[in-house]
């Protein structure tokens, strides 16, 4: 009797009294059978069951090939950019010597430079590019790098996501093209002076 008091007192509160029910069977019998089933389907879904047994050695052989032909072939791409990053001079010797290039180059500067460096390039708020001051370096791959990743800390912008790099040469083409002329009204020189 103190005992069945003691349960009840144990298995009540606040009015709600608890019963230990067993689990239904069905779900009892279902637990059973994942345990069973588990060390099977572990060994059919490891590495040496289901993901090899569907391929055969021939077309594995032409995936593994296929992903080193892309590597390859991103490598060479990654290359070739280098390549043609570190040899700015040869583009724009020949986009110099080329008036279409050097006209394209125009039309490219009065849409997007002429607010900061000015109609005829004395400067305005960005430096002068016809005096033989440069700020950043006045060699050809200097000014194409320039051109092409800007000068975030003196707000200009990368141009080579907005334009593309054919562009970018184009444009300095045009800039070397203006070497030597006099503008109107000339920004004061900045940077060191290069021949």
């Given at each position: ?56 050695p ?10 080193r ?6 490598r060479?791409?990654?290359?070739l ?5 570190k040899?700015p001079?040869?583009d ?11 006209a ?6 009065k ?15 960005g ?57 109107a ?11």
């Amino acid at each position: 009797m103190e005992l069945d008091k003691i349960k009840d007192e144990y298995h009540s509160f606040d009015g709600i009294q608890e019963y230990d029910n067993p689990l239904p069977r069905w779900w009892v019998y279902l637990f059973y059978i994942t345990i069973v089933i588990t060390p099977w389907h572990l060994a059919y879904f490891s590495a040496k069951g289901f993901v090899w047994r569907n391929l055969k050695p021939q077309e594995t052989a032409l995936a593994w090939s296929a992903g080193r032909l892309d590597v390859h072939k991103y490598r060479e791409q990654e290359r070739l950019k280098g390549v043609a990053a570190k040899q700015p001079e040869v583009d724009l010797a020949q986009r110099l010597s080329d008036p279409q290039a050097i006209a394209k180059g125009a039309e490219i500067y009065k849409s997007n430079c002429l607010a900061c460096h000015g109609t005829d390039a004395g400067g305005v708020v960005g430096p002068n590019l016809v005096d033989n001051y440069y700020i950043h370096g006045g060699t050809s791959e200097e000014l194409v790098k320039v051109v092409a990743e800007g000068v975030p800390q003196k707000g200009m912008i990368a141009w080579k996501p907005v334009l593309g790099m054919e562009k970018v040469y184009d444009v300095s083409a045009y800039v070397f093209s203006l070497k030597g002329s006099t503008p109107a009204q000339p920004k004061a020189p900045e940077g060191n002076i290069y021949p």
